[in-house]
């Protein structure tokens, strides 16, 4: 069966240290992996995916992600932290095979930028 | 950048009274989706929309959830008979391709069922 765990419900980071918010899953095929951000009141918003290629892929914000076959992983990553970047954030897989075509999603983890 | 738009931003009913809410999905877009949201926290998927019908539902989307897309533009979710356990913040989200594609989201509609 598929799924994602998002292994902490918090996070918290001082700002301009390097953060990281895990992110594991399980799927019968081959992942699509996705990370959003939700900021309060707002939707979610789109950060970056992995679909194939390069396992360090880089999105907005300066936010940059690493799929990890092996482990079953696709902790979201960031170098300096910012107090603009405390939100909730989300990560979601598609599995593709078969006829799967739900996006999974993790529970989510509050990240916490503290100045 | 186009964006996804829900109105109204803020709905507030009474148990047992029919709500519609509304979504204007970006214009190229293929995909449509209901998503809510209980206090901020899991992401609960609703239904998904394609080629003018449902392509998957959860089984929250029961016969109290339906779902039109009425001119090619607007696309909404209707709650037939609302009940105190549907207050929640519904998104909706639509994406060009199923699989490979990002989906985006409106910025969501509070509905508080008194």
């Given at each position: 069966?598929?799924?994602?765990?998002?292994?902490?419900?918090?996070?918290?980071?001082?700002e301009g240290n390097p953060l990281?918010v895990?992110?594991?899953?399980?799927?019968?095929?081959?992942?699509?992996?996705?990370w959003?951000v939700?900021?309060?009141?707002?939707?979610?918003?789109?950060l970056l995916?992995?679909?194939?290629?390069?396992?360090l892929v880089k999105g907005s914000y300066g936010f940059e992600a690493?799929?990890?076959?092996?482990?079953?992983?696709?902790?979201l990553k960031k170098p300096s932290a910012l107090v603009s970047d405390?939100?909730?954030?989300?990560?979601?897989?598609?599995?593709?095979?078969?006829?799967?075509?739900?996006?999974?999603?993790?529970?989510?983890?509050?990240l916490?930028v503290?100045? | 950048?186009?964006?996804?738009?829900?109105?109204?931003?803020?709905?507030?009913?009474?148990?047992?009274?029919?709500?519609?809410?509304?979504?204007?999905?970006?214009?190229?877009?293929?995909?449509?989706?209901?998503?809510?949201?209980?206090?901020?926290?899991?992401?609960?998927?609703?239904?998904?929309?394609?080629?003018?019908?449902?392509?998957?539902?959860?089984?929250?989307?029961?016969?109290?959830?339906?779902?039109?897309?009425?001119?090619?533009?607007?696309?909404?979710?209707?709650?037939?008979?609302?009940?105190?356990?549907?207050?929640?913040?519904?998104?909706?989200?639509?994406?060009?391709?199923?699989?490979?594609?990002?989906?985006?989201?409106?910025?969501?509609?509070?509905?508080?069922?008194?």
């Amino acid at each position: 069966a598929q799924s994602v765990a998002q292994p902490e419900d918090q996070v918290n980071v001082a700002e301009g240290n390097p953060l990281t918010v895990k992110c594991t899953y399980s799927v019968s095929g081959n992942p699509y992996l996705f990370w959003y951000v939700q900021y309060p009141n707002r939707g979610l918003q789109f950060l970056l995916k992995y679909i194939t290629g390069d396992n360090l892929v880089k999105g907005s914000y300066g936010f940059e992600a690493e799929f990890n076959k092996s482990q079953t992983s696709f902790h979201l990553k960031k170098p300096s932290a910012l107090v603009s970047d405390s939100a909730l954030y989300f990560c979601a897989v598609r599995d593709d095979a078969g006829n799967n075509r739900k996006l999974i999603w993790g529970l989510g983890t509050s990240l916490a930028v503290n100045p | 950048e186009p964006e996804v738009t829900q109105t109204p931003s803020h709905q507030v009913t009474q148990m047992g009274q029919e709500v519609i809410l509304r979504c204007v999905p970006i214009s190229n877009h293929l995909y449509f989706y209901w998503y809510r949201q209980i206090l901020g926290q899991k992401v609960e998927f609703l239904v998904s929309f394609y080629n003018n019908e449902i392509s998957e539902k959860s089984e929250i989307f029961d016969d109290q959830f339906s779902v039109e897309r009425p001119d090619g533009s607007n696309f909404t979710l209707k709650i037939r008979s609302t009940k105190l356990e549907d207050s929640a913040m519904y998104f909706c989200a639509s994406s060009e391709a199923l699989r490979y594609s990002p989906l985006h989201f409106g910025n969501g509609t509070r509905l508080t069922v008194t």
